[in-house]
């Protein structure tokens, strides 16, 4: 485990321009130009951290398919040795069908790699005792804080998207482990979601060897994501060992201040990471000039609902809302939304959409299933 943040891989985004013609070697060619397997114990149990924000495949939302195809591929050719994909669901996403739908179980079968679901019945989740203050997690969570055992003392590579988020402008790499760390009452900790993501990361840095991430965006999401997204197709690929700096530089793209955003500017004032895009080095291909003009807070009728619990007049409420039975109530109209309405007379046409693209023939390859 990391005993002490080592500052001198921050501040360094890997950026590589790709097609789909070249996405596996691109992506293997961005794992060599990290430097990777210098930098971790190819002997070490390496988890992969999907990100599965819908069990129905839409561009941006999830991981890639071909970026955790190129991820495990590349890994392999570096020579490491003990690959694991950790996947969790959410309580209104299945996970087991986000594998099936998203192309990752044909890619586990292809590849012959385990993979877990993190919140599984018979997975162990154990009280953890974080080393540093937190900022918020304490009080959330008074009776403490429970993490999956599998997690301690591996090595950590997120596979985020690039795309946007209701809550918290952009998600990423310090996103994607809040689903990894956090059980299913996650949602407990949405109303201070920033300060949150910034405690996980101190927590990431205590029990993990090594943590690094890559980013896929040759789909980018923009509007109110996880789920009710439009898509871009842009080619980009990024990684990085510092969290904040490869989100940053992904904010930047969608045309965002990073340090407007709190989890990125609380996280690199609390030394975790680099948020201040003029400080961060790229290495790769340039991204000079970019700049994508996403939307920013955009709603859906849901996250208006919510942000009026968690920041608004219903705030009063929130604990009787989202802490007691009532709260299957909030998942019922999440997914009637998500599911019924908005995937059904909106989505499934952009699905279709993508599959119209230069990156078509590769999602049938995946044997992704369209809504």
């Known amino acids: 485990m990391i005993n002490s943040i080592d500052k001198s891989k921050f501040g360094k985004v890997y950026v590589l321009k790709t097609s789909p013609n070249y996405i596996i070697g691109d992506y293997a060619r961005l794992l060599s130009l990290s430097g ?29 398919p071909w970026q955790l195809d190129g991820v495990i591929r590349g890994l392999r050719s570096l020579k490491f040795k003990d690959l694991e994909i950790a996947h969790n669901g959410t309580v209104v996403v299945n996970a087991h069908e986000g594998k099936k739908n998203n192309g990752y ?115 980018a999401g923009n509007g109110p994501g996880p789920r009710a997204m439009s898509f871009q197709v842009k080619n980009y690929i990024l990684a990085s060992y510092d969290q904040v700096a490869i989100d940053s530089i992904s904010a930047k793209l969608m045309g965002f201040d990073p340090m407007s955003i709190p989890k990125l500017r609380i996280a690199h004032e609390n030394g975790l990471g680099i948020a201040n895009t003029s400080d961060i080095k790229i290495i790769g291909d340039s991204v000079t000039g970019q700049n994508w003009n996403f939307s920013k807070n955009k709603n859906t009728f849901a996250s208006r609902i919510q942000k009026m619990i968690y920041w608004g007049p219903f705030k009063p409420l929130e604990k009787l809302l989202l802490r007691t039975p009532l709260v299957h109530l909030a998942y019922f109209a999440s997914n009637l939304y998500h599911n019924s309405f908005w995937l059904r007379f909106i989505g499934k046409y952009r699905v279709r959409n993508a599959f119209k693209t230069h990156w078509g023939k590769l999602l049938n390859n995946y044997k992704i299933i369209k809504p």
């Open 36 to 64: 990777i397997s210098d930098n971790f114990d190819l002997e070490k149990k390496t988890l992969l951290k999907a990100n599965i924000s819908w069990q129905h495949y839409f561009p941006a939302c999830s991981t890639a």
């Open 105 to 219: 179980l044909s890619i586990e079968k292809n590849l012959n790699i385990k993979s877990t679901v993190l919140d599984d019945p018979g997975q162990d989740w154990i009280h953890y005792k974080p080393k540093q203050k937190m900022i918020v997690l304490d009080n959330i969570y008074p009776d403490g804080i429970n993490i999956p055992k599998k997690l301690l003392g591996t090595n950590i590579i997120h596979l985020p998207t690039v795309k946007t988020h209701v809550f918290t402008t952009i998600t990423g790499a310090m996103k994607n482990a809040f689903g990894g760390l956090l059980h299913q009452n996650r949602h407990w900790a949405h109303a201070d979601i920033h300060n949150t993501l910034v405690d996980l990361l101190r927590i990431q840095y205590e029990i993990h060897d090594n943590i690094f991430a890559v980013m896929d965006g040759t789909f």
